[in-house]
């Protein structure tokens, strides 16, 4: 059975701050680590990784892979307040046809 | 603009009526899929599809069942509700292929009391 472990389980953080999100898992067949972030309402996509040591980037969110260690790492710089949200990782498996499986995600707070 | 949509967007029911909620996408994607979120247990997979006539059971269906009968809707039945039910259920759908970024729908949360 697949499984997906974030961590921490919440994260308080100031304006300005730098996180790092972690995301580890254990899956049969790697198709591919994606990440999610959820604020009030539905999960929006951010990222999606298939190889190692390649990062993604999106403005001031990155992620990366390593699939030899079996984790992925979603950073945020220079935090916002929009930035508080819940951010999910999930993994799918070439046995699995397009299903994926979720963590339970990391809830992240910006205080002003 | 291509979009998935769900309904209710929020639902009070009694504990042993069926309910039936809908899920809606015009991405014209295969594969469509139901979950249910809960603290402290993230998304569970209930159901999903990968093309017209085809329904599985994900890992938490029991007393959940779906039916595709074109390719953009997706409902999902609660035989006789119970109030271990009571969650938030999202739909969410994907382009078949190798491609796993799945589109989520804006939730349903449902009471069951």
């Known amino acids: 059975e697949d499984k997906v472990v974030q961590s921490p389980l919440s994260l308080v953080v100031h304006e300005g701050d730098t996180v790092t999100l972690n995301c580890s898992y254990e899956?049969?067949?790697?198709?591919?680590l994606l990440w999610y972030k959820q604020e009030k309402k539905a999960p929006t996509f951010l990222f999606m990784l298939?190889?190692?040591?390649i990062e993604k980037k999106s403005g001031r969110l990155s992620s990366i892979l390593d699939k030899k260690e079996l984790f992925s790492i979603l950073n945020i710089t220079a935090t916002q307040t929009g930035d508080s949200a819940i951010y999910l990782c999930a993994v799918g498996n070439n046995n699995a046809g397009n299903m994926l499986t979720f963590g339970g995600g990391t809830r992240l707070m910006v205080k002003p | 603009d291509a979009e998935i949509t769900q309904s209710p967007r929020h639902k009070i029911t009694e504990t042993g009526r069926q309910v039936t909620l809908a899920c809606h996408q015009t991405?014209?994607?295969?594969?469509m899929f139901w979950y249910r979120q809960d603290l402290g247990h993230g998304l569970r997979l209930i159901h999903y599809s990968y093309g017209v006539q085809d329904t599985n059971k994900g890992e938490v269906s029991d007393g959940y069942s779906v039916s595709r009968s074109n390719t953009e809707d997706l409902p999902l039945t609660l035989e006789s509700a119970a109030s271990s039910q009571t969650s938030v259920y999202f739909c969410?759908?994907?382009?078949?292929?190798?491609?796993?970024?799945?589109?989520f729908g804006p939730g349903t949360r449902l009471t069951v009391t």
């Open positions: 991405w014209n994607h295969n594969n």
């Open positions: 899956v049969t067949n790697f198709r591919s």
């Open positions: 969410a759908s994907s382009e078949a292929g190798t491609k796993n970024e799945q589109y």
């Open positions: 298939t190889s190692s040591g």
